[in-house]
């Protein structure tokens, strides 16, 4: 482990931070609010990473995987404790638990809140707030691979280490290049969204918000009542359809660029993805219908659609109280927690592929025990997954279930009911943001203890970088030289 060079890239990482900032005190601005909620930060920040980069700045050495892990997993907590500033200067939060919870869940698109009257907050720390969302979806060391070229082959570490889903479809052979388009494509439909909300009688400011917390599949709103107090059914279908497209891998929206159909129509990941999305609003739609918990079926496939890709898509955004909805619909609910969106998108969860290659393997194995001269082997779109591909997934998620339960238990340690501590870890971990009893849909974590607050960001950091970038940094042998 070369610790100086990874110091220098997190000093560079940190002057890149603090120059995004900018964009939050241009707000403050034109509302016309304190200008030190911003410069404060960005003085901080900035000069924390300048005196860091130059007493590393004669570090020498190239980026492989193990500084990669390091940069990835450090940046991302730095950027918590540096991008919780604003919340503190401007008294929005008074402790930094609750700062650093608000900022981590924005970083991780996981969209738990500890405010309780987000409508008197100051514009500008709203701004940021989603903000936080934006740069987390797509990945901010994403970002820095595509602004920074002196990464050169250490940025395909990073970028490893960041994007989420067990196979890697390199969309451009430099991974340079590959960065740029993942955030070309993000902006790009980012303004598609902004624009079409516009239409629907938002103003520029909570467009850009709802947009960011759409596409980053965040959740977080500038209302307290989140997208159910625009209760327009333009605004919910418009953005049912970007959480769909957020949640779907965005190497396929490259496929589509280059007009691979084929390559798009024949992905199983996306059929199965768009299947469960299908199936779980139809059966939600029919029993909130059956139990007249809408005045009209036209509202009844609305609001299901909305609440299904919501929660599927790890967003969080609602538009009704789905803890009031009957057991079965929560219980489904609960179950695409885990699931989530595709790999390659800024969805949280398992990700479909790992729920498609877990029970292809599992169906391979049953062939096994009941044929044991049968040879099987387990394909996706047509294409043979290796063997450590199956070994990592398994990996994956005997460690998801190891730290979710050490995690539940803890929680409920604290004086938390059994359905609030399993739920708050689960919407934690998979980076929903709402969960059910006290932390549901109408609540949120202000409630909580500063250790669950500090322990439930970190299952945030966890599931946003899929628990191995984060577990190697506990391994003794991952310091060495």
């Given at each position: 482990?070369?610790?100086?060079?990874?110091?220098?890239?997190?000093?560079?990482?940190?002057?890149?931070?603090?120059?995004?900032?900018?964009?939050?005190?241009?707000?403050?601005?034109?509302?016309?609010?304190?200008?030190r909620?911003?410069?404060?930060?960005?003085?901080?920040?900035?000069?924390?990473?300048?005196?860091?980069f130059?007493?590393?700045?004669?570090?020498?050495?190239?980026l492989?995987?193990?500084?990669?892990?390091a940069?990835?997993?450090?940046?991302?907590?730095?950027?918590?404790?540096?991008?919780?500033?604003?919340?503190?200067?401007?008294?929005?939060?008074?402790?930094?638990?609750?700062?650093y919870?608000?900022?981590?869940?924005?970083?991780?698109?996981?969209?738990?809140?500890?405010m309780?009257?987000?409508?008197?907050?100051?514009?500008?720390?709203?701004?940021?707030?989603?903000?936080?969302?934006?740069?987390?979806?797509?990945?901010?060391?994403?970002?820095?691979?595509?602004?920074?070229?002196?990464?050169?082959?250490?940025?395909?570490?990073?970028?490893?280490?960041?994007?989420?889903?067990?196979?890697?479809?390199?969309?451009?052979?430099?991974?340079?290049?590959?960065?740029?388009?993942?955030?070309?494509?993000?902006?790009?439909?980012?303004?598609?969204?902004?624009?079409?909300?516009?239409?629907?009688?938002?103003?520029?400011?909570?467009?850009?918000?709802?947009?960011?917390?759409?596409?980053?599949?965040?959740?977080?709103?500038?209302?307290?009542?989140?997208i159910?107090?625009?209760?327009?059914?333009?605004?919910?279908?418009?953005?049912?359809?970007?959480?769909?497209?957020?949640?779907?891998?965005?190497?396929?929206?490259?496929?589509?660029?280059?007009?691979?159909?084929?390559?798009?129509?024949?992905?199983?990941?996306?059929?199965?993805?768009?299947?469960?999305?299908?199936?779980?609003?139809i059966?939600?739609?029919?029993?909130?219908?059956?139990?007249?918990?809408?005045?009209?079926?036209?509202?009844?496939?609305?609001?299901?659609?909305?609440?299904?890709?919501?929660?599927?898509?790890?967003?969080?955004?609602?538009?009704?109280?789905?803890?009031?909805?009957?057991?079965?619909?929560?219980?489904?609910?609960?179950?695409?927690m885990?699931?989530?969106?595709?790999?390659?998108?800024?969805?949280?969860?398992l990700?479909?592929?790992?729920?498609?290659i877990?029970?292809?393997?599992?169906?391979?194995?049953?062939?096994?025990?009941?044929?044991?001269?049968a040879?099987?082997?387990?394909?996706?779109?047509?294409?043979?997954?290796?063997?450590?591909?199956?070994?990592?997934?398994?990996?994956?998620?005997?460690?998801?279930?190891?730290?979710?339960?050490?995690?539940?238990?803890?929680?409920?340690?604290?004086?938390?009911?059994?359905?609030?501590?399993?739920t708050?870890?689960?919407?934690?971990?998979?980076?929903?943001?709402?969960?059910?009893?006290?932390?549901?849909?109408?609540?949120?974590?202000?409630?909580?203890?500063?250790?669950?607050?500090?322990?439930?960001?970190?299952?945030?950091?966890?599931?946003?970088?899929e628990?191995?970038t984060?577990?190697?940094?506990?391994?003794?042998?991952?310091?060495?030289?």
């Open positions: 482990m070369n610790l100086r060079i990874v110091l220098r890239v997190l000093g560079i990482f940190l002057i890149l931070l603090g120059g995004i900032m900018i964009v939050p005190l241009m707000w403050a601005v034109h509302y016309n609010e304190p200008l909620y911003f410069l404060v930060p960005i003085a901080v920040t900035l000069l924390s990473g300048i005196l860091i130059l007493c590393f700045r004669k570090a020498h050495g190239a492989y995987p193990k500084e990669g892990f940069v990835v997993g450090m940046g991302w907590i730095l950027s918590s404790v540096f991008g919780c500033l604003p919340y503190l200067v401007s008294n929005t939060l008074p402790t930094f638990a609750d700062a919870f608000e900022t981590m869940s924005g970083f991780t698109t996981t969209g738990a809140s500890v309780t009257n987000i409508e008197a907050t100051a514009k500008c720390v709203l701004f940021w707030r989603s903000l936080t969302h934006w740069l987390g979806g797509m990945g901010i060391i994403v970002l820095f691979v595509a602004v920074f070229p002196f990464l050169g082959v250490g940025g395909r570490y990073l970028l490893r280490s960041e994007v989420p889903g067990p196979i890697a479809d390199d969309i451009k052979p430099r991974i340079k290049e590959t960065a740029r388009m993942l955030w070309i494509l993000y902006i790009g439909l980012t303004i598609v969204q902004t624009t079409l909300l516009m239409f629907g009688g938002m103003d520029l400011f909570e467009s850009l918000c709802h947009t960011f917390g759409t596409l980053a599949t965040g959740g977080f709103s500038t209302r307290n009542a989140s159910g107090a625009y209760g327009s059914a333009y605004i919910e279908w418009v953005i049912i359809v970007f959480m769909l497209m957020a949640g779907t891998n965005f190497s396929l929206y490259y496929s589509l660029i280059k007009k691979r159909w084929r390559t798009f129509s024949s992905n199983t990941e996306l059929r199965v993805y768009l299947s469960i999305f299908l199936a779980g609003s059966i939600a739609t029919v029993s909130i219908c059956h139990n007249g918990l809408v005045p009209s079926v036209s509202e009844g496939i609305r609001t299901a659609a909305f609440q299904v890709a919501s929660i599927l898509t790890t967003t969080g955004f609602v538009t009704t109280d789905f803890d009031q909805w009957p057991a079965m619909l929560k219980v489904m609910l609960v179950t695409f885990f699931i989530g969106g595709c790999a390659g998108s800024t969805g949280g969860g990700k479909v592929i790992r729920i498609i877990l029970y292809k393997f599992m169906v391979s194995e049953i062939v096994k025990k009941a044929n044991p001269g040879v099987t082997t387990v394909k996706i779109s047509g294409v043979k997954v290796e063997r450590h591909v199956i070994e990592s997934v398994m990996g994956l998620f005997v460690l998801a279930i190891c730290v979710f339960i050490v995690a539940v238990f803890l929680i409920s340690m604290r004086d938390v009911d059994l359905i609030t501590a399993v708050s870890v689960a919407a934690t971990l998979w980076n929903i943001g709402p969960g059910l009893s006290k932390v549901g849909a109408v609540c949120n974590y202000e409630f909580m203890d500063t250790f669950s607050k500090f322990l439930l960001a970190h299952c945030m950091l966890m599931g946003r970088l628990l191995f984060i577990a190697v940094l506990f391994a003794p042998s991952f310091w060495r030289k």
